[in-house]
């Protein structure tokens, strides 16, 4: 979903751990509907080190977080943004997160914590 997501919105590429996320599989790229061959994956064993070369080169980062006081929405995004999606358990690990330019919210409401992280690209996919 996410990566389908992304190709249909405004996303040039997914930058994709090969540990901690799930990994290209023939369940991915038909979940994908083939949108998995329409835009870059980037995989990276060394999430922190490659993202601190993204960030060298101009890039801003954030990340998402519930405790964030700043609404995505409320954001101006570079044409060299990265969005940091961390795991729906655990989020973004810490060294990852001190990377960021920011943490920003997807503002909820009716008490709701968080939202698929699925749900979450594809809103950011369409900024």
């Given at each position: 979903m996410i990566i389908?997501?992304?190709?249909?919105g405004k996303i040039d590429a997914v930058l994709l751990p090969t540990k901690g996320a799930a990994q290209i599989s023939p369940l991915v790229i038909k979940a994908s509907v083939g949108t998995l061959f329409k835009m870059p994956i980037i995989k990276t064993s060394n999430l922190k080190k490659t993202l601190e070369s993204f960030k060298k080169e101009g890039a801003e980062?954030?990340?998402?977080?519930?405790?964030?006081?700043?609404?995505y929405k409320e954001q101006d995004y570079s044409s060299k943004t990265i969005?940091?999606?961390?795991?729906?358990s655990e989020g973004v690990s810490k060294e990852v997160e001190a990377l960021c330019n920011e943490n920003i919210a997807i503002p909820m409401q009716r008490g709701v914590e968080s939202l698929n992280v699925a749900v979450t690209a594809s809103l950011l996919a369409f900024l």
């Open positions: 389908r997501s992304c190709a249909a980062l954030y990340t998402l977080s519930s405790h964030a006081s700043k609404s969005f940091v999606l961390g795991n729906e």
